[in-house]
């Protein structure tokens, strides 16, 4: 089997279990199975595979086709310029939690000597971004999943960062200590009866600790805003990740005598989709909170 002949094979079989872009995804799983450049595909369709490299193509091809995701496959993925390794215990980084990394080094890259916390750390791609964009900056990451904060030390030590990112099992804040300028998040924040009816890359691989928000959604939503004020220095941010429809409902979650107004950002489709506060400086149940902490 050459070159051309394994794209169109694979294609139409990715088209007949329903995979978006199948021949894009042929191809790609093809080069992944040559440890080779998709340009090379295109300049040399006569081929021939191996045996060995048929019996690999024919694998991968047949996980994507149960729908399994391409970077579980591949245990790859690029987020905000940076290759990172991506395992079925965490989420796959999106384009959308660019614009939560974005607004986040805009905040602390100000700072002289920041530091923020990010709740459910997952793969390390937030936190590592950002440090890898402000060189002064100090991190804690949180999560409840110890292979989670094992692939964020992986890729924490790839990346360079390893010895500014502390990683920690926490349930949200629970026994983090200290105070920050920044904590950032992208909670679960699916409702609960919603996760059937996710993509099947989604629903089937993913891991539903870090998709299910609750009932509404919102539990760790509101979690976060309720604990946050604490964690954070005067006149402190913080920033998360929300689902497109929800900002209504997270809106009503700051109470005015902790929080300036909050603001949404919007995704690539113009959804609000990242929260962005900062708690007050001076009084009010935010000073409280930290006085007790």
């Not at 395992?87 to 990394?101: C, G, K, M």
């Not at 400086?281 to 006085?291: F, H, L, M, P, V």
Request: charged share 25%; proline share 6%.
């Amino acid at each position: 089997m050459n070159v051309a002949d394994a794209i169109q094979t694979a294609t139409r079989t990715l088209a007949e279990a329903g995979v978006a872009e199948p021949a894009k995804e042929a191809r790609s799983l093809l080069a992944f199975a040559l440890t080779r450049e998709t340009s090379f595909l295109i300049a040399h369709p006569e081929y021939e595979l191996t045996e060995k490299e048929t019996a690999e193509y024919v694998g991968y091809v047949e996980r994507r086709t149960a729908r399994e995701p391409f970077q579980y496959i591949t245990g790859r993925q690029e987020f905000y310029g940076l290759d990172l390794l991506i395992t079925p215990d965490v989420l796959i980084p999106r384009p959308e939690t660019e614009i939560l990394v974005e607004a986040a080094i805009e905040i602390i890259g100000k700072t002289g000597h920041p530091s923020f916390c990010e709740i459910g750390v997952g793969s390390g791609c937030i936190s590592i971004s950002i440090l890898k964009n402000v060189p002064a900056a100090n991190a804690v990451g949180t999560d409840i999943s110890d292979a989670a904060l094992a692939g964020a030390r992986r890729n924490a030590e790839m990346h360079g960062v390893a010895d500014r990112l502390t990683l920690q099992k926490s349930d949200v804040l629970d026994g983090i200590p200290g105070t920050f300028d920044l904590i950032v998040s992208n909670p679960p924040y699916v409702p609960a009866k919603d996760i059937a009816s996710l993509q099947a890359e989604v629903r089937d691989f993913e891991p539903h600790l870090a998709l299910d928000g609750g009932d509404s959604g919102l539990d760790i939503v509101e979690r976060i805003v309720s604990e946050a004020p604490a964690h954070l220095n005067p006149a402190g941010w913080l920033l998360m990740e929300i689902g497109f429809d929800q900002s209504p409902r997270v809106g009503n979650l700051f109470d005015k005598a902790v929080w300036e107004t909050a603001q949404f950002l919007p995704d690539l489709q113009g959804f609000p989709r990242i929260a962005k506060a900062r708690s007050r400086a001076d009084t009010g149940k935010n000073k409280k909170s930290r006085e007790n902490t």
